[in-house]
Antibody
Framework: QITLKESGLTLVEPTQTLTLTCTFS??????????VGWIRQPPGKALEWLAL???????RYIPSLKSRLTITKDTSKNQVVLTLTNMDPVDTATYFC????????????????WGQGTMVIVSS | DIQMTQSPSSLSASVGDRVTITCRAS??????LSWYQQKPGKAPKRLIY???SLQSGVPSRFSGSGSGTEFTLTISSLQPEDFATYYC?????????FGQGTKVEIK
């Protein structure tokens, strides 16, 4: 059974750096064709894809935030870490991590399992 | 970036109604589209993948169709537990993009 759980500070001051950790079980990020992504959702608004890291350490970012985002993985700890620098109140949102898999037949199972999310508030 | 235009943004329906939600992509994405259901305070749950494949465990009243630029999520007979917000996601090219969501409310 695949599970993911987000953790990190829930209250961040403007200009600070947010660090979120996604700890997962039931799969390994060293397995071919597996990836973990981050998605956020401001209160009352739509989902926004932020970043994705693949088993081979390939990384993808949303262009609008690319200069502020970093995604890394620690395969031995079964964790994916997302950092977002220079936080602003507009970054207030629930942040989710989610699992994806490309099957041997080439079908991408995008975000088939999600963490519960963690609410981050940016305020002084 | 590929823009996903989802419509309607909200709808009111009664139990037993047939409901259709549409997502249009700004360029062709083949069948690289998934549908998610989200209830308040919860993480999204995947319903459909590859545009028309039903996620295991999801009731058969949910179905997806389409390819290229136009996609549809249909709920054949709306049930009380289906009142939620629905999102499409294209994963054909980076950055992956979600639709703006459709809130399904009780009439």
């Amino acid at each position: 059974q695949i599970t993911l759980k987000e953790s990190g500070l829930t209250l961040v001051e403007p200009t600070q750096t947010l660090t979120l950790t996604c700890t997962f079980s039931g799969f390994s990020l060293s397995t071919t064709r597996v990836s973990v992504g981050w998605i956020r959702q401001p209160p009352g608004k739509a989902l926004e894809w932020l970043a994705l890291i693949y088993w081979d350490d390939d990384k993808r970012y949303i262009p609008s935030l690319k200069s502020r985002l970093t995604i890394t993985k620690d395969t031995s700890k079964n964790q994916v870490v997302l950092t977002l620098t220079n936080m602003d109140p507009v970054d207030t949102a629930t942040y989710f991590c989610a699992h994806s898999l490309i099957t041997s037949g080439g079908t991408l199972h995008a975000f088939d399992v999600w963490g519960q999310g963690t609410m981050v508030i940016v305020s002084s | 970036d590929i823009q996903m235009t989802q419509s309607p943004s909200s709808l009111s329906a009664s139990v037993g109604d047939r409901v259709t939600i549409t997502c249009r992509a700004s360029q062709g994405i083949g069948n690289d589209l998934s549908w998610y259901q989200q209830k308040p305070g919860k993480a999204p749950k995947r319903l459909i993948y590859a545009a028309s494949s039903l996620q295991s465990g999801v009731p058969s009243r949910f179905s997806g169709s389409g390819s290229g630029t136009e996609f549809t999520l249909t709920i054949s007979s709306l049930q009380p537990e289906d009142f939620a917000t629905y999102y499409c996601l294209q994963h054909n090219s980076d950055p992956w993009t979600f639709g703006q969501g459709t809130k399904v409310e009780i009439k």
